[in-house]
């Protein structure tokens, strides 16, 4: 016998408890538990030599104990012992385990559904609002706007979106431009395939395909970078120097995104009027001088203003959202991968959303 019952609910263990003895000591427990003591008390006094099997036997011998209502008490335990229980965490192994949470009803799981959206909205609003604030008042208070680094971002953002824009905008030129013209051939008005291209892209495609390619690229792409700097704690090293994020990091990225936003719309429309003037002289043989005359009837200086003043809102957007996901990651580089989908999602979601209020309150006024 390597263990005896020295006394009623004692088991005196002896010298070694390794795996040669585990199994006559795990005998020796059920035994014993199948007494039904109050109290169960294993003296390892005397255990010189051990091993994970026989320490793992008096953990299993522990775990029965308590499904069986017996509270197992510990004695003699030398610091390797100890060091290795504390290591193993033993109340967590020998307790029972946890009981099942219960399933919430349905009101719980849709405030767990729509709480995260609230805060994450609360989170945009408020980064938009110190934006807005570093750039308006900030200057007035000392705080000087870094355009040299938003110079480095305006580079980055609007550089590395150009070829993706040029290629996007003249496709569309020419796909509009043949769209109407199969239609306005049959009442021989080819004429307003102009109209139709000029205003579709300067009012509505031009700003509205660049925001979208935007987001996906300089969105997620701002999201991931702040992000990234939060699992490095990096952020919170800013913080510490006395550095706020807001105006160091967020602000040159907002501004480049709004500014390249204009700058790669006014760039889209160009290529996708060229397109659609392509198209219009090498297929519906319309001059490129009678393309012009009908385009300048057909656009004005206020769908400029209007399409410059809504490019300038999406980029705006577009950079509060991925900054501002970026900065409320959670969870390490699996935070990081949902922060960087989420501000591609949202930002598209938004686009569309101040678009459908663009068009709106445009359609009003010109009414």
């Given at each position: 016998m390597t263990a005896t019952i020295a006394s009623p609910a004692t088991i005196a263990l002896g010298k070694c408890l390794d795996r040669t003895?585990?199994?006559?000591?795990?005998?020796?427990?059920?035994?014993?538990?199948?007494?039904k003591p109050t109290r169960l008390v294993l003296d390892l006094g005397e255990v010189g030599t051990f091993?994970?099997?026989?320490?793992?036997?008096?953990?299993?011998?522990?775990?029965?104990?308590?499904?069986?209502?017996?509270?197992?008490?510990?004695?003699?335990?030398?610091?390797?012992?100890?060091d290795f229980f504390s290591l193993v965490s033993i109340d967590r192994l020998a307790g029972k385990p946890p009981p099942a949470a219960e399933k919430p009803n349905p009101v719980e799981r849709l405030g767990a559904l729509v709480e995260p959206k609230i805060d994450g909205l609360l989170g945009v609003l408020r980064t938009a609002g110190e934006v807005i604030e570093a750039v308006t008042v900030g200057p007035?208070?000392?705080?000087?706007?870094?355009?040299?680094?938003?110079?480095?971002?305006?580079?980055?953002?609007?550089?590395?979106?150009?070829?993706?824009?040029?290629?996007?905008?003249?496709?569309?030129?020419?796909?509009?431009?043949?769209?109407?013209?199969?239609?306005?051939?049959?009442?021989?008005?080819?004429?307003?395939?102009?109209?139709?291209?000029?205003?579709?892209?300067?009012?509505?495609?031009?700003?509205?395909?660049?925001?979208?390619?935007?987001?996906?690229?300089s969105g997620?792409?701002?999201?991931?970078?702040?992000?990234?700097m939060v699992v490095g704690e990096e952020i919170d090293a800013l913080k510490q120097m006395g550095i706020r994020p807001t105006g160091f990091l967020v602000v040159p990225k907002v501004l480049a995104?709004?500014?390249?936003?204009?700058?790669?719309?006014?760039?889209?429309d160009v290529v996708g009027i060229c397109g659609g003037a392509l198209f219009a002289w090498g297929v519906a043989d319309i001059e490129f001088l009678a393309f012009s005359a009908q385009l300048k009837q057909a656009l004005h200086l206020s769908d400029f203003a209007f399409a410059t003043f809504k490019s300038l809102s999406f980029g705006f957007i577009i950079g509060v959202v991925g900054c501002s996901l970026g900065l409320r990651v959670q969870g390490g580089s699996e935070g990081v991968g949902r922060a960087t989908t989420n501000a591609v999602v949202v930002g598209i979601f938004l686009i569309i959303v101040v678009d459908a209020v663009f068009v709106t309150v445009q359609r009003l006024v010109l009414a």
């Open positions: 003895t585990a199994a006559a000591l795990l005998a020796d427990l059920d035994r014993e538990i199948r007494s091993d994970s099997a026989g320490l793992s036997t008096v953990v299993e011998g522990m775990r029965r104990a308590r499904e069986h209502g017996v509270e197992v008490r510990l004695r003699g335990l030398s610091q390797p012992m100890l007035f208070r000392g705080q000087r706007l870094r355009l040299d680094r938003t110079a480095m971002e305006i580079d980055q953002c609007a550089g590395g979106a150009l070829p993706i824009i040029l290629l996007i905008a003249f496709l569309l030129g020419l796909i509009l431009a043949m769209q109407a013209w199969v239609q306005l051939r049959i009442f021989g008005c080819e004429i307003y395939v102009a109209d139709m291209v000029g205003v579709s892209v300067m009012s509505e495609i031009g700003p509205l395909m660049t925001a979208i390619a935007l987001a996906a690229r997620s792409s701002n999201a991931a970078q702040l992000g990234s995104c709004a500014v390249s936003a204009i700058m790669l719309t006014v760039i889209f």
